[in-house]
């Protein structure tokens, strides 16, 4: 006796199809589970053997051999286990094989026959759209975010033979209260008293998506002007969601009312994590890293001294491609890592960095300055001094421009640079920043100078230009990029590196 059905199983932040094939021959009873099955899926013969008993389900004192297609790939987790139960049932005429070729079985089965929850609901059930798919009640809210085919629930393994009988009803409706991931990162920028170069930085960088890194002695205030980065954000737009919650949903978090996760993301992870924690991978599993549970928002960085140099170098090629790509010996994957990087560091190991003020010797500023690699400070766009505020600032009532105001600024620069070539100022190749942003003649001769002294590398030339087009967006400037708008873009790229070996750095 033979039952194939449809099922899914989950690579890095994508689902893969799996066809469930169950054979229940003679010989001896036995169970075996081939098609390259991880620890878990072999584990499944125990999980279907109890809920099948516990729902009042015959198991087959048969020879049972299931085969999980194409045999070719790693198959990981207990979302087959649903399928696995179903084609038992199949094998057995207790379920007709002709009603399985319209559905599509996701879940993960308790002992007690309940469908539980699995990682990954939104990507596994978008690797299933040509059929009805079943899924646990708990995953039916972010399984229907991204899809326009049915899914259905229900809450134990005998209602799902129950509705496939015609005796039962499927659940359809989502569930009523589901929590968003970053709402409570969005604070408000009217909290920061002074800084007003920072905060200037700051909307440039939500503006034109660019990387930005604050420099400064502890108290000054970088953690929480990075914080409020994320509130000048616009909200993500449909095909940003759809990638967002796969991805978040391949790491089981919380998601939005409506299923899709439509505010941009917000990670600080600590500067303690591995490099598989940063950038994604594993052996089996293939997890997303914060860079790219990050995409489409922001990934923050404090002490980014404290980190490992190996884990920051990991970032230049993400940051370059916006994605990342991670080889194994049996599979490699593809993730997204369009995220915006921000990173706050103190000028030496002490915090202070000016003279007079510095504890600091010259072995010790050396070996944190080897930190920071030449090719990782150069992809920020931004690097800004920031100075602890002054007393009047400190203690005055007047508040400053609160993240409404300075959103609405940002979205206007955002519009003003979608309509020219459907991308932020950051996104734009050579030919399109020639376009987009041609330089004045004194412009010209300025940028000229720049690079003739060495201030600037290839990489650092298109870069300036790329934030004074997005300053001069901000503006409200004409379609020619002015001198004004080249120095505050230079002003604003801090050599960090050169001021570290020469303690002349202003904070």
Known sequence: MFASVRSATLLGVRGSRVDVEVHAGIGLPGFTVVGQPDEVCRESRDRVRAALLSCGLPWPTRRITVNLAP?????SGACLDLAIAIGLL?????????ILTQ??????LGLDGSLRPVRGATPLVLATTDRKTVVALENLGEATA????????????FDVVECLSGRGVWQTAPPKKVLSTVTKFARDLADVQGQPAARQALEISAAGSHHLLLVGPPGAGKTMLAERLVGLLPPLNDEQAISATMIHSSVQTEFSNDGLIRSAPFRAPHHSSSMIAMVGGGTALMRPGEISLASHGVLFLDELGEFAPSVLDALRQPLEQGIVRIARARTSVVMPAEFLLVAAANPCPCGEGSPGAC?????ARTRYLRRFSAPLLDRFDLRVAVSRPNTSDLISPVS???????AARVATARKLAFARFGCTNSALTRQQLDIAAPLSKQAEQLLRKELEAGRLTGRGYHRVRRVARTIADLAGAPHEIDTQHLQLALMLRVDLAAGL??????F
């Open 103 to 108: 559905f599509a079985f996701i879940a993960e």
């Open 359 to 363: 504890s600091c010797d010259d072995a």
């Open 146 to 157: 991204a899809t326009t085919t049915q899914v259905f629930a229900t809450q134990t393994l």
């Open 400 to 406: 400053g421009e609160s993240t409404i105001v300075v």
């Open 90 to 98: 199949a094998a057995q005429e207790i379920l007709s094989v002709e």
């Open 71 to 75: 045999t070719g790939d790693r198959k």
């Open 501 to 506: 070996r020469t303690r002349e750095m202003v």
